[in-house]
C-alpha cells in the first residue's frame, strides 16, 4: 500500500482533533512529522519531492537554522512548523491518491456544527449577534479558513450545490478576512479564462502581496486614520481588532525602516518574544503572517 494511503487518514484525524477546540490537544497536528516518518520506515518508501508549493517553507526553515543561536520556546515552536509542513509535503505526494472530498468537507462541517452546539451558540440569538464592522460573531471559528477553501475548489469544479453550503457555513463561522477571500474568488470565477490567467500569474500575485504589505504598513503607522474614522466613525485600531497597535508595535521594536532595502530581520521567534513581553501574556501573536516573515527575516 502507497504510504500516501496510510497516512492521508491519520493526518485528517490529527488536523480535525487539533481544531476540535480541546486544549490538550490543540497541538495533535504537531505529531504528523513523527507518524510520518514511521510510516516511511514502515513502507521503506524514501521518495521526496520539492514541489513549488512548499519550496518557500523550505527558504524558512534554512532561516530558522541560521537563527539558531537565539533558540527559544517560540523559536523552536514557530521552526517545529515549518518544519511539519515541510516534511509532509516534501515527503508525500497526495495527488497520487483519489481523496473523498465530500467527505472530508462534511467532517469540517460536523465539527463546526458540533463545536457551535456544545458552545450554546447556535440559535436566532447567535446568528443575529453578526458584525462585520467590528468583526464580532458568536459563531465565529477559525474552521472559516479551510471551510472557505472548500467553497472556492466546488466553485471552481462548477459543484454549486456544495459551493453554497459551504458558503452558508463560513457566513456563520465569519472571520471576515475568509468572506472577502470567498468574494474575490467568486469575482475571478466570471472574469474571462484569459484575464484570469494574466491576474494569477505568479508576477500578478506577488505584485499584489507586496503593494499589500506596503499597505498593511502605512495602516500600521496612521496613514488612513483621518479616513478610516471619517467613513466608519472608528479608529484604525477598533477596525482591523487592535491589529494597528501590535503592528506599530513591531515597528518600534525592529526599527524597520519602511524605504530602506537592507532590513535585515530580527530572527525566528525574536518578535513573539518580545510582544509577549510587552503584553505580558502568552501567545501574542502577529496576526499578520506576510509582516511576521518581513520583520522576522528581512
Known amino acids: 500500500m502507497k504510504k500516501e494511503k496510510i497516512f492521508f487518514p491519520i493526518l485528517v484525524v490529527l488536523i480535525l482533533v487539533g481544531i476540535a477546540g480541546i486544549p490538550t490537544v490543540r497541538y495533535a497536528l504537531y505529531l504528523a512529522p513523527v507518524i510520518a516518518v514511521l510510516i516511511m520506515l514502515v513502507t521503506g518508501d524514501f521518495k521526496f519531492q520539492f514541489p513549488p508549493s512548499v519550496q518557500p517553507f523550505i527558504l524558512?526553515?534554512?532561516?530558522?537554522i541560521f537563527t539558531i543561536y537565539r533558540a527559544d520556546y517560540n523559536w523552536a515552536r514557530q521552526?517545529?512548523?515549518?518544519?511539519?509542513?515541510?516534511?509532509?509535503?516534501?515527503?508525500?505526494?497526495?495527488?497520487?491518491?483519489?481523496?473523498?472530498?465530500?467527505?472530508?468537507?462534511?467532517?469540517?462541517?460536523?465539527?463546526?456544527?458540533?463545536?457551535?452546539?456544545?458552545?450554546?451558540?447556535?440559535?436566532v440569538f447567535a446568528l443575529s449577534q453578526i458584525s462585520l464592522i467590528d468583526s464580532k460573531s458568536a459563531l465565529e471559528s477559525t474552521l472559516a479558513f479551510p471551510l472557505g477553501l472548500f467553497a472556492i475548489f466546488f466553485l471552481y469544479k462548477k459543484n454549486y450545490l456544495w459551493f453554497l453550503l459551504n458558503v452558508v457555513i463560513v457566513v456563520l463561522a465569519f472571520k471576515r478576512v475568509v468572506l472577502f477571500g470567498v468574494v474575490a474568488c467568486v469575482l475571478l470565477f466570471f472574469i474571462p479564462r484569459r484575464i484570469r490567467a494574466v491576474l494569477l500569474s505568479p508576477y500578478i500575485i506577488t505584485t499584489a502581496i507586496l503593494l499589500g504589505v506596503v499597505f498593511q504598513l502605512t495602516l500600521a503607522v496612521g496613514e488612513f486614520d483621518s479616513f478610516i474614522k471619517d467613513a466608519f466613525?472608528?479608529?484604525?485600531?477598533?477596525?482591523?481588532?487592535?491589529?494597528?497597535?501590535?503592528?506599530?508595535?513591531?515597528?518600534?521594536?525592529?526599527?524597520?525602516?519602511?524605504?530602506?532595502?537592507?532590513?535585515?530581520?530580527?530572527?525566528?521567534?525574536?518578535?513573539?518574544?518580545?510582544?509577549?513581553?510587552?503584553?505580558?501574556?502568552?501567545?501574542?501573536?502577529l496576526h499578520?503572517?506576510?509582516?511576521?516573515?518581513?520583520?522576522?527575516?528581512?
Do not use: P
Open 288 to 298: 499578520n503572517d506576510f509582516l511576521l516573515i518581513l520583520f522576522e527575516n528581512g
Open 60 to 64: 524558512l526553515l534554512i532561516f530558522c
Open 79 to 123: 521552526t517545529y512548523f515549518i518544519l511539519a509542513y515541510t516534511t509532509i509535503f516534501v515527503f508525500y505526494d497526495f495527488s497520487n491518491i483519489k481523496v473523498n472530498i465530500k467527505l472530508f468537507n462534511l467532517l469540517f462541517i460536523a465539527v463546526f456544527l458540533v463545536k457551535a452546539v456544545l458552545a450554546g451558540q447556535f440559535g
Open 233 to 285: 466613525g472608528i479608529s484604525t485600531n477598533h477596525l482591523l481588532m487592535g491589529r494597528q497597535e501590535l503592528w506599530q508595535r513591531a515597528i518600534d521594536f525592529t526599527d524597520f525602516n519602511f524605504w530602506s532595502f537592507s532590513y535585515y530581520g530580527v530572527g525566528h521567534g525574536t518578535l513573539t518574544n518580545f510582544l509577549e513581553g510587552s503584553y505580558s501574556m502568552n501567545r501574542v501573536l
